[in-house]
Nanobody, 122 residues
Framework: VQLQASGGGLVQAGGSLRLSCAASGRTFSNYVMGWFRQAPGKQREFVAGISVSGGTTNYADSVKGRFTISRDNAKNTIYLQMNGLKPEDTAVYYC????????????????WGQGTQVTVSS
């Protein structure tokens, strides 16, 4: 499956952005999806994950209550709605896909998008 992330940009602290990740190729609805991020000099970290049906979601503690992951299987797309953005949310955001269940480890994911930059100014 090929993944294309978009929607990043520059926003002031407290603002909002919505990221999208469009999938093509294999059957999108068979894959668990996740969002990860990587800040300069830091390791890639889990942000949010969503089950095949969309009925189960998982979040990193740092984004709970501020970010919402969702998916539209008819459009082969997942989203990450980010509200209350903070400067520490600045990173390149990646979407990723794998079989079975959401995990927090980047190396468990088989397919990755190219990343989209999110910059939050203070």
């Amino acid at each position: 499956v090929q993944l294309q992330a978009s929607g990043g940009g520059l926003v002031q602290a407290g603002g909002s952005l919505r990221l999208s990740c469009a999938a093509s190729g294999r059957t999108f609805s068979n894959y668990v999806m996740g969002w990860f991020r990587q800040a300069p000099g830091k390791q890639r970290e889990f942000v949010a994950g969503i089950s095949v049906s969309g009925g189960t979601t998982n979040y990193a503690d740092s984004v709970k209550g501020r970010f919402t992951i969702s998916r539209d299987n008819a459009k082969n797309t997942i989203y990450l709605q980010m509200n209350g953005l903070k400067p520490e949310d600045t990173a390149v955001y990646y979407c990723a896909a794998r079989w079975y269940a959401v995990t927090y480890r980047p190396h468990d994911y088989d397919y990755w998008g190219q990343g989209t930059q999110v910059t939050v100014s203070s």
